[in-house]
């Protein structure tokens, strides 16, 4: 199975600051990665899609690259909406499985 | 608007067995793969199960494999997650998520049903 280490685990951030989390996949994944937002009590959001495609309706602070085995997820400037754990994920277009990375709660320094 | 609207939740002894359901709306149900997700209490994301838009591909989790079984009826735009021999490691909050064609990712997620598994 693929496994995924997000890094940080947890991220101390000021309003404006640029702020980056990394995403490492155990084997080749291609782009078959997303990023996802969740706020407590909420359900997930998705954010990026095929490791860069913005989802419609997101702020454009957010962007996403990398393929292979390593990617990043950027907040440009870090609004105070954007406090919340983020999560990637992982795709097996063949089995129809995948697999999220532990999280990375981003909290306010 | 789609919408997404898990049932069944509850709390329920060890070793005994629960269904899930997911109502759908909003969309074309029978051309979208459909995914189950859980959340334990303060712990992350973690898949459990996923069915093609004909049921013809299914996946599930190791944890789950044997336990759980997901299906869908596209005539009433309803995904469901019949899960059997529960343990309390099963006490999670259990999301139903719509596929995003061609991405591999969940572009709608509904609200979640709890379920509790304790004597």
């Known amino acids: 199975d693929i496994q995924m280490t997000q890094s940080p685990s947890t991220l101390s951030a000021s309003v404006g600051d640029r702020v980056t989390i990394t995403c490492r996949a155990s084997q080749s994944i291609s782009s078959w990665l997303a990023w996802y937002q969740q706020k407590p009590g909420k359900a997930p959001k998705l954010l990026i899609y095929?490791?860069?495609s913005l989802e419609s309706g997101v702020p454009s602070r957010f962007s996403g690259s990398g393929s292979g085995t390593e990617f990043t997820l950027t907040i440009s400037s870090l609004q105070p909406d954007d406090f919340a754990t983020y999560y990637c994920?992982?795709?097996?277009?063949?089995?129809?499985?995948?697999?999220f990375g532990q999280g990375t709660k981003v909290e306010i320094k | 608007e789609v919408q997404l609207v898990e049932s069944g939740g509850g709390l329920v002894q060890p070793g005994r067995s629960l269904r899930l359901s997911c109502a759908a709306s909003?969309?074309?149900?029978?051309?979208?793969?459909m995914h189950w997700v859980r959340q334990a209490p303060g712990k992350g994301l973690e898949w459990v199960s996923g069915i093609s838009w004909n049921s013809g591909s299914i996946g599930y989790a190791d944890s789950v494999k044997g336990r759980f079984t997901i299906s869908r009826d596209n005539a009433k735009n309803s995904l469901y997650l019949q899960m059997n021999s529960l343990r309390a490691e099963d006490t999670a909050l259990y999301y139903c998520a719509k596929d995003n064609i061609g991405s591999g990712s969940f572009d709608y997620w509904g609200q979640g049903t709890l379920v509790t598994v304790s004597s």
């Open positions: 994920q992982q795709y097996n277009s063949y089995s129809l499985s995948t697999t």
């Open positions: 095929k490791a860069s």
């Open positions: 909003g969309f074309t149900f029978d051309d979208y793969a």
